[in-house]
């Protein structure tokens, strides 16, 4: 089994930053993508970037603000968010496509919990 554990969410104010961590741990596994989703209250589920060998992806509201990188020694992924505005706040979900090594190889979608992003003055 792999378990994601998100960190970093907090209250900042506008204009500030946070950098977000998400980190992979388990046995037997390598990563073939990561991202990060959010959740706004009310609102649907909404991708906010990802990471898949070397290449980036970014929602349109994000680009320019938020970097996504990743740290392969510790299969850890982070997305560094600048010039947050009120409309940033949500609950933000680390998402990796994750291979299971084993007798037979298989690809699985795993979530974190998530962490709570707030940005208000």
């Known amino acids: 089994q792999v378990q994601l554990v998100e960190s970093g969410g907090g209250l900042v104010q506008p204009g500030g930053s946070l950098r977000l961590s998400c980190a992979a741990s388990?046995?037997?596994?390598?990563?073939?993508?990561m991202g990060w989703y959010r959740q706004a209250p009310g609102k649907e589920r909404e991708l906010v970037a990802t990471?898949?060998?070397?290449?980036?992806n970014y929602a349109d509201s994000v680009k320019g603000r938020f970097t996504i990188s990743r740290d392969n020694a510790k299969n850890t992924v982070y997305l560094q968010m600048n010039s947050l505005k009120p409309e940033d706040t949500a609950v933000y979900y680390c998402n990796a496509d994750i291979l299971i090594r084993g007798w037979r190889d298989y690809n699985m979608d795993y979530w974190g919990k998530g962490t709570l992003v707030t940005v208000s003055s």
């Open positions: 990471l898949t060998s070397g290449s980036t």
């Open positions: 388990g046995s037997r596994f390598s990563i073939n993508a």
